[in-house]
């Protein structure tokens, strides 16, 4: 057995996981990615146990997930929308100002993900980002839902039980 099936093994059999939606226009009736994230992470065995719209602003992204990942039944928070580089896209920076630790291959392969399977060479202008807060894992990707798909599918899903492991790992 690697390591790595080893440390899978002796991971949390859930989570509980907070998502968060940054729109200027979404709603929770109109929210197709926060809804699939909450969907995807039921059906895999993720508790959810909240979800919010929260505007793309800088100051408002940023004291929504520190807010959440200091509350003690979010161990996870998972973020939709706001990653791109228009002027409002804030998302990254608001998440990357809090971290303690980054995730940097989460970006890197979402990225490699999106060009090879999805978007080709669009893929550039995606800032996915992941990392912690303390002992919270915190997840952003792309609004869009095929971006949730593919993060959700090839790395949240497969690598959050092991990365929960790894952050309550003592010594």
Do not use: N, W
């Not at 100051?59 to 002027?87: D, N, Q």
């Not at 303390?134 to 609004?143: C, E, H, K, L, R």
């Amino acid at each position: 057995m690697s390591s790595v099936d080893e440390h899978r093994r002796e991971a949390p059999q859930t989570v509980s996981c907070y998502i968060i939606t940054v729109s200027d226009t979404r709603t929770m009736e109109t929210d197709t990615g926060g809804a699939l994230i909450a969907s995807m992470l039921e059906e895999a065995g993720y508790q959810v146990v909240g979800r919010k719209i929260v505007k793309d602003d800088y100051e408002e992204i940023r004291e929504l997930v520190y807010k959440s990942s200091v509350h003690s039944g979010i161990e996870a928070v998972l973020l939709t929308g706001g990653t791109g580089i228009s002027p409002r896209d804030t998302t990254y920076e608001a998440v990357a100002s809090l971290l303690d630790k980054s995730l940097p291959g989460f970006g890197e392969i979402f990225r490699l993900l999106s060009f090879t399977e999805d978007i080709g060479s669009a893929a550039i202008l995606s800032r996915a980002i992941a990392g912690t807060i303390g002992s919270t894992a915190i997840f952003s990707m792309p609004g869009s839902t095929g971006a949730v798909k593919l993060a959700m599918s090839r790395l949240i899903l497969p690598e959050l039980r092991h990365v929960m492991r790894e952050i309550y790992k003592q010594g």
